[in-house]
């Protein structure tokens, strides 16, 4: 042990040796460097499992132990309910005998322990930003008691806030805490998948004039990914037992591969989620070994979450959990044998994400990847193309040779936030001018790109729709009508959550869906079949039986979009003779036959032209993708997407006119035309914003022509 350990308090020292620590890593010896030693803000960048928990909160306790602070002295803020609760009892060993308190703050935790941490703010504060938007919009008198002393602000998965309206709120909030408390307190930032350390550094440092110095460990160590490729044929009368077939051969194939581990069987959907795990209990049960499948995802019970997960923790079992991005971030698992994707993930960060949850305590990341090409989906195969074996190889090589992962890309003009900040900022009041929103709220960081004439405008609406009035004096106060807006319960957070359908059987919680069943209709939820014995629209509940059978329930939600870079190693793998060591024998087969399909349709030279239709292979990521069809859908006469891979147009130019065309809508000040009749509608607050604002927001941020260098390249 280095001299650092000699200067930690006590039971940090003790907890150290319980544990059998042979020494600090240097992800925590470089980091307590800064922390202990400078006054810099502190980005820690390291794989999972590598101690970046303990590289933060060691120097935390460290200070608020030897100099009790006269308020709250840290600030732990997570994305997640679970990861909060998850890291109070990783807490619990850490802290015992230091007289230390923790305090765990979000919407599932009773008030007891709220109350007496707002009657004694003292320790540690662990809470969401909807909770910690509430506590600043609420108590702004209190926010020097509670967080006068405030030290550190320790942010987690700072991937999973950059980039979002969360993330910006996140900012604002902390922002406006430092100033109403008179703090300033070191921001601590972690994660494990960020490329871009740079940028991740200016949004910690946002609005504090401090810098945030870097620690990574760019050692990943061992890493055995491995994919697997598997074909479903077309559901028909026809085709029918020969898919029955290839499903039966797929599952046995996917439970070989986790039976008698400790792993997580990752998916991309709750749909795929359900089906996998009870088509791996049904095996189980046919080959009479112990049923050990649990199902994580957001639609089922905290109750069954929790199972599932203190399972895995378990040394003295070995269980499957078939999780969706629940179990991606950073609630500790312990050690896994192995972690399996059913699909490639939708993103570069979500594999490295999903990876390190293997090879936690310093074993290799171990992965097996099985990519499927479901023909019942029309992406599944263009013109004879697997695109999930081929995504996953573009996507495998991106991480595992150039350690890339997608760049966080930030609104520039969240208007809908800076309508939902006004309203915090007046309900907080006894009233205010336009001078004052722009000194205290427009100059607000993720604000610094909106022109104070938008904000004039945006303010002007607030008062022409009633939610503000203006005094003769030009003081600004709520209207009844604003009070309400501003007072739901929900104002504190700037993303919708639908409500779903609460599913219980014999009085507890299974888990929510979507749409209300009708009475004896079979749903399938927390891996099991139930039929549905009562049902309650009023009370937007009903209640099941587990039985036999097999049913599909079905969840809509939203998919991130695919990034520019990942369409171009697509391109690449295609255009390569490349053979790829981690691809099983089925995988190198198909891979082959889709290099002969690509050659052979002209996707790879961009363009082809079919009965009179031009056929365009952009090879550009979603947002560019849909930025180039909303350009042609003002040129073309018609225009049919397949997207983000090709787009078939209709039109009396030939290519090079079209060519030509296109290079015109070149900029955002095209952004009304391109618009079409989309909504305009994107945040939660976007309905407040007058639509000239949104159509220049909807430019700004919306809009990607990158999709102009690969179209001048085209030949044909």
């Excluded at 303990?54 to 608020?64: D, G, N």
């Excluded at 709250?72 to 850490?94: N, S, T, W």
């Excluded at 440092?205 to 994919?227: H, M």
């Excluded at 604002?693 to 990607?704: Q, Y």
Aim: with cysteine; glycine share 8%.
């Amino acid at each position: 042990m280095t001299d650092r350990f000699n200067s930690l308090p006590w039971f940090l020292r003790e907890y150290i040796h319980e544990n059998r620590w042979e020494g600090f890593r240097g992800i925590q010896e470089r980091a307590f460097d800064v922390l202990f030693g400078r006054d810099s803000h502190l980005l820690i960048s390291s794989g999972t499992s590598s101690g970046k928990t303990e590289a933060a909160l060691f120097p935390a306790v460290s200070s608020i132990y030897s100099n009790p602070p006269r308020s709250i002295g840290a600030l732990y803020v997570g994305p997640l309910k679970a990861l909060i609760d998850d890291q109070f009892q990783r807490l619990e060993p850490m802290l015992k005998d230091s007289y230390i308190e923790v305090t765990g703050w979000h919407g599932d935790i009773g008030p007891e322990s709220k109350k007496k941490l707002l009657d004694v703010p003292s320790g540690i504060l662990q809470i969401t930003p909807e909770s910690l938007q509430n506590i600043v919009a609420s108590r702004p008198e209190d926010l020097e008691r509670l967080f006068g002393d405030l030290r550190f602000v320790i942010i987690d998965e700072v991937h999973a806030f950059m980039g979002s309206d969360r993330g910006l709120q996140l900012l604002c909030c902390l922002e406006r805490l430092e100033m109403l408390a008179g703090c300033e307190p070191r921001r601590i930032g972690l994660s494990a998948t960020i490329a871009d350390t740079q940028s991740a550094a200016e949004w910690l440092s946002a609005g504090t004039g401090r810098r945030t110095e870097v620690v990574s460990d760019p050692g990943i160590g061992e890493r055995d990914l491995g994919i697997l490729f598997y074909r479903f044929p077309m559901d028909s009368f026809e085709t029918h037992q020969e898919r029955v077939v290839a499903a039966n051969r797929y599952y046995r194939r996917l439970y070989e591969e986790v039976r008698g581990k400790s792993c997580i069987v990752f998916t991309n959907s709750r749909v795929i989620a359900e089906r996998t795990g009870r088509s791996l209990s049904k095996i189980a049960k046919a080959m009479k070994d112990e049923d050990v499948v649990y199902v994580h995802h957001g639609s089922i019970s905290k109750d069954l979450r929790k199972a599932a997960e203190d399972n895995l923790k378990d040394r003295n079992r070995k269980t499957v959990t078939v999780s969706t991005v629940t179990l991606e971030l950073g609630i500790d698992v312990g050690s896994l044998d192995a972690v399996v994707q059913v699909d490639t993930p939708y993103t570069c960060s979500s594999l490295v994400q999903r990876m390190g949850r293997s090879g936690r305590r310093g074993g290799a990341q171990t992965m097996r990847m099985f990519c499927r090409e479901d023909l019942t989906e029309w992406w599944a195969s263009i013109e004879g193309v697997s695109i999930d074996l081929i995504k996953g190889i573009a996507m495998s090589t991106l991480v595992l040779r150039d350690g890339w992962t997608e760049p966080v890309r930030i609104p520039k003009l969240p208007y809908g936030l800076l309508f939902h900040q006004t309203m915090e900022y007046i309900r907080c009041g006894t009233g205010t001018r336009f001078s004052r929103l722009v000194s205290d709220v427009l100059s607000m960081h993720p604000f610094r790109f909106i022109p104070k004439e938008d904000y004039a405008i945006l303010v002007k609406d607030m008062i022409s729709s009633g939610l503000l009035m203006k005094m003769e004096d030009g003081t600004l106060l709520l209207t009844d009508n604003g009070e309400r807006v501003s007072s739901d319960r929900s104002f504190c957070s700037v993303f919708t959550v639908k409500k779903e359908i609460e599913v219980k059987s014999e009085g507890k919680q299974v888990g929510s869906i979507q749409e209300m069943p009708d009475i004896g209709e079979l749903i399938q939820l927390a891996g099991r079949i139930w039929t549905v014995v009562k049902t309650d629209p009023k009370a937007m509940s009903i209640d099941v039986e587990e039985t036999e059978g097999s049913a599909n329930t079905l969840w809509k939600s939203g998919v991130p979009g695919t990034h520019n870079k990942v369409m171009e190693r697509m391109r690449e793998v295609l255009e390569s003779e490349e053979d790829y060591s981690f691809l099983d024998a089925s995988a190198h087969d198909e891979l082959r036959r889709c290099r002969q399909a690509a050659r052979e349709c002209g996707m790879l030279e961009g363009v082809v032209e079919i009965n009179g239709w031009f056929r365009i292979f952009p090879w550009v990521g979603t947002t560019a993708f849909d930025t180039l069809c909303r350009v042609l859908r003002q040129i073309c006469d018609k225009v049919l997407e397949r997207p983000p891979y090709y787009v078939d147009v209709l039109t009396e130019l030939d290519w090079g006119e079209l060519q030509e065309t296109i290079e015109r809508y070149s900029s955002q000040r095209f952004a009304y035309d391109l618009i079409g009749d989309d909504r305009l509608v994107f945040g939660k607050y976007d309905r407040y914003v007058p639509e000239d604002l949104l159509v220049k927001a909807f430019g700004e941020d919306r809009l990607d022509f990158s999709y102009l260098g690969p179209i001048r390249e085209i030949q044909p």
